[in-house]
């Protein structure tokens, strides 16, 4: 059943509150697909808290939960900070009304590089209309001064996870990374693009559990630092954002989507 961007007002899923029966199955891609058997982030726990909480958004298979709180328990570990988590999917994941074309199939999660003190002061700076701040100069290129340890320290510690498959960052942070860093191998999961300077978007690899998960291509070998990178920083990648980061129209949802959404 096709939901192109016309049909967006007829969409069903994020009206759907609670998950389909069954063990945890995905089904489909990122950017067409639905998932069976989720389970739900808390508001908080050790080392983290969700934000933008009234979204029907904090669903997802349980090897994405489990990365969240390696992340959380992590910086626990480190500072006694909390990361701020935000969109996963919808209890059965597919299309969302608005914000994303991915986050359809359980294994994406969006980590704020901002850290919080606590709950209360996490949802008190981030009501809906207000996004924790972005790391780069008003040049689009330069780190600023919200970047530091911590913030390389998640998203290395996100990309090394064997879980893993990519972590979507901006090109300017990976560079800052990859002068750091120099060849390190998880550097290759850095797969820069438009935005993602205030949070990265971090996508697994389909779980063992799911043979009707469809995964991306693999990257290409090595870091991805050099003549890949610096593509990112030429006039062609930078003008205006939106023309080529949007697909016209999504892509249809796999058949068997449709029992998911009616419950069967
Ligand atoms: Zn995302």
């Known amino acids: 059943?096709?939901?192109?961007?016309?049909?967006?007002?007829?969409n069903p899923w994020p009206q759907i509150?609670?998950?389909?029966?069954?063990?945890?199955?995905?089904?489909?891609?990122?950017?067409?697909?639905?998932?069976?058997?989720?389970?739900a982030l808390p508001e908080t726990g050790r080392g983290?808290?969700?934000?933008?909480?009234?979204?029907?958004r904090h669903h997802a298979h349980p090897d994405t939960l489990r990365l969240v709180r390696h992340l959380a328990d992590a910086m626990h570990r480190r500072n006694g900070r909390l990361i701020m988590v935000g969109d996963l999917s919808q209890p059965r994941g597919g299309p969302m009304a608005s914000s994303h074309v991915s986050h359809q199939n359980g294994l994406d999660v969006d980590i704020w590089l901002t850290l919080a003190d606590s709950?209360?002061?996490?949802?008190?700076?981030?009501?809906?209309?207000?996004?924790?701040?972005g790391m780069l100069d008003a040049d689009g290129r330069t780190p600023n001064g919200h970047w530091g340890d911590d913030q390389q320290f998640l998203?290395?510690?996100?990309?090394?996870?064997?879980?893993?498959?990519?972590?979507?960052?901006n090109p300017a942070l990976k560079q800052a990374l990859c002068r750091r860093d120099g060849d390190a191998p998880w550097l290759r999961k850095l797969r820069p693009w438009w935005g993602h300077d205030a949070h990265v978007h971090v996508r697994l690899k389909c779980p063992p559990d799911s043979p009707?998960?469809?995964?991306?291509?693999?990257?290409?070998?090595?870091?991805?630092?050099?003549?890949?990178?610096?593509?990112?920083?030429?006039?062609?990648a930078?003008?205006?954002?939106?023309?080529?980061?949007?697909?016209a129209d999504r892509p249809a949802l796999p058949a068997s989507c449709q029992a998911v959404l009616e419950g069967r």
């Open 238 to 247: 930078r003008r205006p954002a939106g023309s080529a980061t949007r697909p």
């Open 155 to 169: 998203i290395r510690t996100a990309a090394m996870h064997p879980a893993v498959d990519r972590v979507i960052v």
């Open 17 to 39: 509150t609670s998950v389909a029966a069954g063990s945890p199955s995905v089904i489909g891609g990122p950017s067409n697909g639905c998932i069976r058997g989720t389970s």
């Open 48 to 56: 983290f808290v969700r934000i933008r909480r009234h979204r029907n």
């Open 119 to 133: 709950p209360a002061q996490a949802w008190r700076s981030t009501p809906e209309a207000h996004d924790p701040p």
């Open 1 to 10: 059943m096709p939901w192109g961007v016309a049909a967006a007002a007829e």
């Open 212 to 236: 009707d998960c469809r995964q991306q291509p693999a990257i290409a070998p090595g870091s991805g630092c050099g003549a890949e990178l610096d593509w990112w920083f030429s006039a062609e």
